[in-house]
T-cell receptor, first 115, second 113 residues
Framework: DQQVKQNSPSLSVQEGRISILNCDYT??????FLWYKKYPAEGPTFLIS?????DKNEDGRFTVFLNKSAKHLSLHIVPSQPGDSAVYFC??????????????FGGGTRVLVKP | KAGVTQTPRYLIKTRGQQVTLSCSPI?????VSWYQQTPGQGLQFLFE???????NKGNFPGRFSGRQFSNSRSEMNVSTLELGDSALYLC????????????FGPGTRLLVL
């Protein structure tokens, strides 16, 4: 049972335009969400996170939106740059100390930014 | 601050052997989690250690085990290796106060022949 899904396996966007990545989750117990960027044969790099008490979080070119009723979050990258070409993973967890630190990942979206 | 380090970076083993991977977390981080990445299954949680105790465990067979030392460094061991264990093994560290940002190491690429 895939609790976190990224339905678009790939995305191609022109440099300077907006990249929008989507993520859906099914487990209503998730209340902390993260986006990671990953290059081949490297570990994921943290980009941005959001807790369920917010519906938007912004950090530079990256903005994450959370729609709890729809169990949906999205990552906006504006403007997109060629260096943003990578695989992006959405991850979810529960913000309870007793639950420990388990991230549940989506399948990833490969982004290609064309110059 | 130094990031999460993992050793070795690459490893080739044969079926039936065992392997031990090592992870050193960011200074001050007490939680270490391990993940497996394969093309077919994506990124999957193996287990988490906090204060030398396993606090959380994923759905992997008992051949996969781990431990954490008093300095928060962690090791994971895979016994009786199978071809399907070929993967990128990632270690992540965090403060351990609950769901929070985990910072990943570069991973260990394991190839089982």
């Amino acid at each position: 049972d895939q609790q976190v899904k990224q339905n678009s396996p790939s995305l191609s966007v022109q440099e300077g335009r907006i990249s929008i990545l989507n993520c859906d989750y099914t487990n209503s117990m998730f209340d902390y969400f993260l986006w990671y960027k990953k290059y081949p044969a490297e570990g994921p790099t943290f980009l941005i996170s959001i807790s369920s008490i917010k519906d938007k979080n912004e950090d530079g070119r990256f903005t994450v939106f959370l729609n709890k009723s729809a169990k949906h979050l999205s990552l906006h990258i504006v403007p997109s740059q060629p260096g943003d070409s990578a695989v992006y993973f959405c991850a979810a967890s529960r913000m309870i100390k007793a639950a420990g630190n388990k991230l549940t990942f989506g399948g990833g979206t490969r982004v290609l930014v064309k110059p | 601050k130094a990031g999460v380090t993992q050793t070795p970076r690459y490893l080739i083993k044969t079926r039936g052997q065992q392997v031990t991977l090592s992870c050193s977390p960011i200074s001050g981080h007490r939680s270490v989690s391990w993940y497996q990445q394969t093309p077919g299954q994506g990124l999957q949680f193996l287990f988490e250690y906090f204060s030398e105790t396993q606090r959380n465990k994923g759905n992997f067979p008992g051949r996969f085990s781990g431990r954490q030392f008093s300095n928060s460094r962690s090791e994971m061991n895979v016994s009786t290796l199978e071809l399907g264990d070929s993967a990128l093994y990632l270690c992540a560290s965090s403060l351990g106060q609950g769901s929070e940002t985990q910072y990943f190491g570069p991973g260990t690429r394991l190839l089982v022949l």
